[in-house]
């Protein structure tokens, strides 16, 4: 019989590099998983229609119904929770997921959401992570894999890359050095975690 692998829920709100990434690392066997379902708060992100490409399930989730509710953006991840359940998915990875989880969604998988950031954190969290190194004058920027915890940009880091920011970078070419990095370490991060080699203790992640 073979081995059940690995049932991955990628949410993502755009352009879909690191979903892609997953996708093609799983096609030519790097990466023992498969995608279950992916889900975007955007109608047009690029990201369903390389799943579609794919012959994965896409779902977008309008977040509109919920904006004028107390309760909406739990509302909005009880939804979201209710698609990665019915295509029973083990781990959720953001991949680009321009929206903050709450604590319904994080309590429904403990330490089983993953993100990627561009810049090795705990330094430039939040928005246009790039931009705020090339502000900031760092020489070495980089990109984080981490589990999600509430709070933005914030759990145990799982991996990180360090990309080097050259005299005449500008936030698009760092972006770009950056994102073949994001590229390799993401499904990685997701392999190690197939293969049940990642334990949480407090802040870090210990690999065996
Ligand atoms: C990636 O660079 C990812 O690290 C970043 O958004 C981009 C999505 O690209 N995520 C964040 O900034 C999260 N704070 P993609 O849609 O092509 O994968």
Redesign the pocket.
Known sequence: MPEAKLRVGVL?????????AIIDAIEVGKLAARIAVVISNKKDA??LERARRHGVADVFLDPAPYKDRPDGREAYDRAVLAVLKEHEVELVA?????KIVTRVFIDAYPNRIM????ALLPSF???K?QQQALDWGVKVSG?TVHFVTEG??TGPIIRQAAVPVQENDTAETL?AR??AE?HRIYPEAIQLFADGRLSVEGRRVRIR
């Open positions: 993502a709100s755009g352009r879909g590099s690191n979903l892609q690029q990201a953001l991949a680009g997921y321009m993100n990627i950031h561009p969290p939040g928005l992570a990109c933005v940009d972006e950056m994102l994001e």
